[in-house]
């Protein structure tokens, strides 16, 4: 390719850019149902549900089976109403973008200074996993958790995500018992050792000492260690996974668009993170949301009410509600930096949720990538191979491996 793909007035090469793509994944309209189970792909349609705040509460990512008596304080992935508001105000301060500037970017200078050096030396590099590192130790650092070798703790959180597979539309996510005890036993050993490595070690030093890190916040705010541990893996887990794919994305989207990969290189920061957050846009690392309601109400689209009645699932589609026509009009599945999108639309779309639930983290990985993104192709690489995508049914995101470069 030599011209950004999808801008006005430029030829469109396919009907898709995606490089994410399911088999049979087409949606079927904007706003359906089967069974108990909504469908929803309007994104404003969408954004009305996650701002339902009183008539729906969180049903992705298994929060629905996680036992909520042995917290104290409801973790924040799972919480609903004033608590969990109270929860993302505390812990703002963290993902700030002037606290990002200022407290991390010399981390992730000094971390991506190492991927350099050992691109140079070693003449390949395998992005996927120099990303895992190189997320997870910036992760680290903001919640505390800087006790063990970043390999380590990188390793305890991958495998959280070895889970076997389910369906929302099911009882018990449509698993046998089998599943249920490989399931436990997959989550429960990396559990049981970034407690005894990780979170024991940082509560004790934290207690003492504490630092401008989320455990410390936490320890202050009287939770509890089972409620630090949970939120450890909740944000840990989040730091990792959808950035270090998003990373991998990007760069491999840049790679294969010699003009994109160029404006990318000479254009300012701000500029940067605009086309960064258009990437993500279209290949967003979470494919769908769950909400499960709890009061009977309304949503709109294109002026057609839907009725959601009590104890419905509704799977947000965030791919399909980020190729929205109504939001962003022009080719919504081409990539094209500073496209125009509809009043109150976010240029990413919901890659990062809305409302109460919006990841706070958002900044902080478009500055990741950023940083290192923006150094790495500098450099004169090129991709050895293309690289598998495979997913994730916990997060029904992509995982993208194998993407090695090369320096020419």
């Known amino acids: ?13 396919a009907p898709s850019a995606r490089k994410a793509t399911i088999p049979g994944d087409e949606p079927a309209g904007r706003v359906t149902k089967r069974g108990i189970m909504w469908r929803i792909g309007s994104l404003t349609a969408a954004k009305d549900v996650l701002l339902a705040r009183r008539e729906t509460i969180q049903a992705g990512f298994t929060a629905e089976y996680i036992p909520r008596t042995i917290f104290r304080n409801h973790p924040i992935l799972i919480s609903d109403g004033p608590q969990h508001d109270e929860q993302r105000r505390n812990v703002a301060r963290f ?18 200074n190492n991927i350099i050096a050992q691109t140079k030396r070693t003449g390949t590099i395998t992005l996927d996993e120099v990303a895992l590192y190189y997320t997870v130790e910036v992760t680290a650092s903001i919640i505390g958790l800087t006790h063990a070798k970043v390999p380590a703790l990188a390793r ?4 959280f995500f070895r889970q076997p597979p389910l369906d929302r539309t099911k009882p018990r996510l449509g698993r046998t018992n089998r599943q249920w005890i490989t399931a436990a036993a997959n989550g429960l050993g990396p ?31 009287h939770y509890n260690l089972a409620d630090i541990l949970v939120e450890c893996v909740t944000y840990g887990t989040a730091g990792m996974v959808t950035t270090r794919e998003f990373i991998t994305m990007a760069c491999w989207h840049l790679l ?23 990437i993500i846009r279209l290949e967003p690392p ?38 929205d026509p109504d939001a962003f009009p022009a080719d919504p599945l081409q990539l094209c930096p500073a496209r125009q999108r509809a009043k109150g639309v976010h240029d990413v779309g919901l890659s990062f949720g809305f409302g109460a639930h919006g990841c706070p983290g958002q ?46």
């Open 256 to 278: 294969d668009d010699d003009a994109l990969r160029q404006r990318y290189l000479a254009a300012a920061e701000d500029e940067r993170l605009g086309m960064l957050a258009e």
């Open 191 to 221: 559990i049981a050792g970034l407690l005894v490595f990780d979170v024991l070690p940082a509560v004790r030093s934290r207690t003492k000492n504490p630092r401008e890190d989320v455990i410390s916040h936490l320890i202050e705010q």
């Open 156 to 159: 305890r959180l991958e495998k």
């Open 363 to 408: 900044h902080l990985a478009l500055r990741e990538t950023d940083a290192l993104l923006h150094r790495l192709l500098k450099l004169p690489v090129t991709t050895v191979s293309e690289p598998d995508i495979s997913w994730d049914d916990l997060i029904e995101g992509y995982k993208i491996r194998g993407l090695t470069l090369h320096l020419r």
């Open 95 to 112: 993902f700030a973008p002037t606290v990002v500037a200022a407290r991390y970017s010399h981390l992730m200078t000094a971390v991506v």
């Open 286 to 323: 979470v494919g769908h949301l769950y909400r499960r309601v709890t009061k009977d109400y309304t949503v709109t689209d294109r002026d057609t009410e839907y009725g959601l009645q009590t104890g419905d699932l509704v799977d947000l589609d965030i791919r399909q509600a980020n190729a």
């Open 1 to 13: 390719m030599t011209t950004p793909t999808g801008c006005p007035g430029l030829p469109a090469p």
